[in-house]
């Protein structure tokens, strides 16, 4: 049988075969046992939260007491900075609801054994849901969703868990991606404005320090946060422990900081050179990344679009987007960076108004941008030596560290291996765990000297039984999300067989350069 998603054209066509259409499979054996949610998970999704909330209600509350003192310039950027990036992210989130619910009320019509909301209490949902995205909390309901979908997946009967748990990883994607947005519009420009206030004013008061900590600390922790919850998604990449998400933050927190306040000495001075250094800055990155052909979203317009915004996560930090090769990428990024670090702060001291600031501290702020980056940097290679995801990459084989050795391709590999987040697929071992260059997290793993030969794969019992979700496009790979997790009507085919279906559905992606039917690789869902 066959069934196909709907939706506009253009989107990928999906495919439901029963076992006896017959098709290529993958070889399976014993399967380690699926994810479970931990107490630990629902912990970091709500310190996640307080970090959300602190952030936005530092902010309004510093726009506030400016507004009292009389500081109307003051006050209208800081809002500015609070308000338009919030609407913006509101307004997507919404986007996606309304996409989502539309989705859900319109199958449960189709004789689902989830009736969905109907009549009056799908109208209590949408007015509820308008609400909350007018109060501007979108996200604040998303990741009580979140909570809850994954407590569910704990309490509910075995089918039911991994239904839970599926919804519960789409919810976390979501939120991530919205998070990740909203730092970077919001934030990273709050940020700098309350850094360059308090350069021009000579003191720091509590809700400014509050304020720009508030922000630091949301930046550091969403990049961290993405990259953990992209990993976890993915069952053929190792998860990221909490030791290494917090080294991370740290990582982030540390180079950013450096970057913001190098920005905010020289705005201090420059106001009109650094708007025209930030915009030429921007430009160059997008161009770059335009160059670099990423493949994340579905069509040519949203892939530019999110390669500008990608642009602006680049004015910051370092943001691995494309598959393939990355070091050198990462190595030049941050070799411009630190060089326009140093440019802007030494231009500063240079010019900097000696009646205001003491040569005294001049030389202390100089000294903070150049050990906090120093320090960023320092944490960056412990997260990349002791507790990335794959192991330690010191080893008593590894000498120098500085260059990789690529082993040799099997011969008859298949070319791509299919994934889906919440079920359980066989972890990569071997030379299988180093991973292709740039298919780490954030930047590709550097110093790192690869085995020769990795071990031949074992052999495995074929696996039939089950439908068979059939998607005809390439697997997405990383460290972009797959194709399921970018186009919504795969994830409602999904959830929609996941949980009607009484055995578990399997996925397949298109494999390019290959048979279809010999190559292609098949998960369970």
Same mark, same amino acid.
């Given at each position: 049988m066959?069934?196909?998603?709907?939706?506009g054209? +253009?989107?990928?066509?999906v495919?439901?075969?029963?076992?006896?259409?017959?098709?290529?499979?993958?070889?399976?054996?014993?399967?380690?046992?699926?994810?479970?949610?931990r107490?630990?998970d629902?912990?970091?999704?709500?310190?996640?939260?307080?970090?959300?909330?602190?952030?936005?209600?530092?902010?309004?509350?510093?726009?506030a007491?400016?507004?009292?003192?009389?500081?109307r310039?003051?006050?209208?950027?800081?809002?500015?900075?609070?308000? =338009?990036p919030?609407?913006?992210?509101?307004?997507?989130?919404?986007?996606?609801?309304?996409?989502?619910?539309?989705?859900?009320t319109?199958?449960?019509?189709?004789?689902?054994?989830?009736?969905?909301?109907?009549?009056?209490?799908?109208l #209590?949902?949408?007015?509820?849901q308008?609400?909350?995205? *007018?109060?501007?909390?979108?996200?604040?309901?998303?990741?009580?969703?979140?909570?809850? =979908?994954?407590?569910?997946?704990?309490?509910?009967a075995?089918?039911?868990?991994?239904?839970?748990?599926?919804?519960?990883?789409?919810?976390?994607?979501?939120?991530?991606?919205l998070?990740?947005?909203?730092?970077?519009?919001?934030?990273?420009?709050?940020?700098?404005?309350?850094l360059?206030?308090?350069?021009?004013?000579?003191?720091?008061?509590?809700?400014?320090?509050?304020?720009?900590?508030?922000?630091?600390?949301?930046?550091?922790w969403?990049?961290?946060?993405y990259?953990?919850?992209?990993?976890?998604?993915r069952?053929?990449?190792?998860?990221?422990?909490?030791?290494?998400?917090?080294?991370?933050?740290?990582?982030?927190?540390?180079?950013?900081a450096?970057?913001?306040i190098?920005?905010?000495?020289?705005?201090?001075?420059?106001?009109?050179y650094?708007?025209?250094?930030?915009?030429?800055?921007? #430009?160059i990155?997008?161009?770059?990344?335009?160059?670099g052909e990423?493949?994340?979203?579905?069509?040519k317009?949203e892939?530019?679009?999110?390669?500008?915004?990608? +642009?602006?996560?680049y004015?910051?930090?370092w943001?691995?987007?494309?598959?393939g090769?990355?070091?050198?990428?990462?190595?030049?990024?941050?070799?411009?960076?630190?060089?326009?670090?140093a440019?802007?702060?030494?231009?500063?001291? *240079?010019?900097?108004?000696?009646?205001?600031t003491?040569?005294?501290?001049?030389?202390? *702020?100089?000294?903070?941008?150049?050990?906090?980056?120093?320090l960023?940097?320092?944490?960056?290679?412990?997260?990349? #030596?002791?507790l990335?995801?794959?192991?330690?990459?010191?080893s008593?084989r590894?000498?120098?560290?500085i260059?990789?050795?690529?082993?040799?391709?099997?011969?008859?590999?298949?070319?791509?291996?299919?994934?889906?987040?919440?079920?359980?697929?066989?972890?990569?071992?071997? +030379?299988e765990?180093?991973?292709?260059? +740039?298919?780490?997290?954030?930047c590709v793993?550097v110093?790192?000297v690869?085995?020769?030969?990795?071990?031949?794969?074992?052999?495995?019992?074929?696996?039939?039984?089950?439908?068979v979700?059939?998607?005809?496009?390439?697997r997405?790979?990383y460290?972009?999300?797959d194709a399921?997790?970018?186009?919504?009507?795969?994830?409602?085919?999904?959830?929609?067989?996941?949980?009607?279906?009484?055995t578990?559905?399997?996925?397949?992606?298109?494999?390019?350069?290959?048979?279809q039917?010999?190559?292609?690789?098949?998960?369970?869902?």
């Open positions: 066959a069934a196909k998603s709907d939706g054209g +253009g989107g990928p066509a495919l439901l075969e029963s076992p006896e259409d017959g098709g290529g499979r993958r070889e399976a054996g014993a399967e380690p046992p699926a994810r479970r949610y107490l630990r629902g912990c970091w999704v709500f310190c996640a939260l307080l970090v959300c909330f602190a952030d936005g209600a530092s902010d309004l509350w510093l726009a007491h400016y507004y009292v003192r009389g500081q310039w003051w006050f209208g950027l800081t809002l500015l900075f609070v308000l =338009l919030s609407l913006v992210v509101q307004m997507l989130s919404l986007r996606w609801f309304v996409y989502d619910f539309a989705a859900s319109k199958d449960s019509g189709g004789g689902t054994k989830d009736s969905g909301p109907r009549g009056c209490c799908r #209590c949902v949408w007015l509820l308008g609400l909350i995205h *007018l109060l501007q909390l979108g996200q604040v309901w998303r990741y009580l969703r979140t909570l809850y =979908l994954g407590l569910q997946s704990r309490w509910q075995e089918h039911r868990r991994r239904h839970f748990y599926w919804r519960m990883m789409f919810e976390s994607a979501d939120i991530s991606m998070r990740l947005l909203e730092a970077f519009l919001k934030s990273a420009p709050q940020l700098v404005l309350q360059s206030i308090m350069v021009q004013q000579n003191s720091i008061e509590p809700l400014q320090g509050l304020s720009a900590s508030a922000s630091l600390v949301s930046l550091a969403m990049i961290a946060s990259q953990k919850v992209l990993r976890d998604s069952e053929d990449k190792m998860p990221m422990s909490y030791k290494g998400a917090v080294v991370q933050i740290l990582w982030h927190l540390f180079t950013i450096a970057r913001a190098a920005f905010a000495l020289f705005a201090s001075v420059f106001q009109l650094f708007g025209i250094f930030i915009v030429t800055h921007w #430009c990155m997008t161009f770059w990344i335009i160059q990423t493949d994340f979203c579905m069509s317009w892939e530019i679009i999110y390669n500008m915004v990608v +642009g602006i996560i004015i910051f930090c943001f691995n987007v494309k598959e090769r990355s070091r050198y990428r990462m190595c030049i990024y941050y070799v411009i960076t630190l060089s326009e670090n440019a802007l702060t030494i231009l500063w001291f *240079l010019y900097y108004d000696r009646k205001t003491s040569d005294f501290n001049a030389l202390i *702020l100089v000294c903070v941008v150049s050990s906090s980056f120093a960023g940097i320092f944490f960056m290679f412990i997260y990349y #030596c002791l990335h995801p794959n192991g330690p990459i010191f008593h590894s000498v120098g560290c260059f990789r050795q690529e082993p040799p391709r099997v011969p008859g590999s298949p070319v791509e291996a299919v994934t889906s987040p919440p079920r359980s697929l066989p972890r990569t071992t071997g +030379g765990r180093d991973g292709a260059p +740039g298919e780490r997290d954030s793993p110093f790192q690869r085995p020769r030969a990795p071990p031949a794969p074992a052999a495995r019992a074929p696996r039939t039984e089950g439908p979700i059939r998607i005809d496009l390439p997405k790979k460290p972009a999300w399921h997790f970018i186009d919504r009507r795969l994830r409602k085919t999904i959830l929609a067989l996941e949980y009607a279906s009484p578990t559905p399997r996925l397949q992606y298109r494999t390019p350069g290959a048979p039917e010999v190559l292609e690789y098949e998960t369970t869902v």
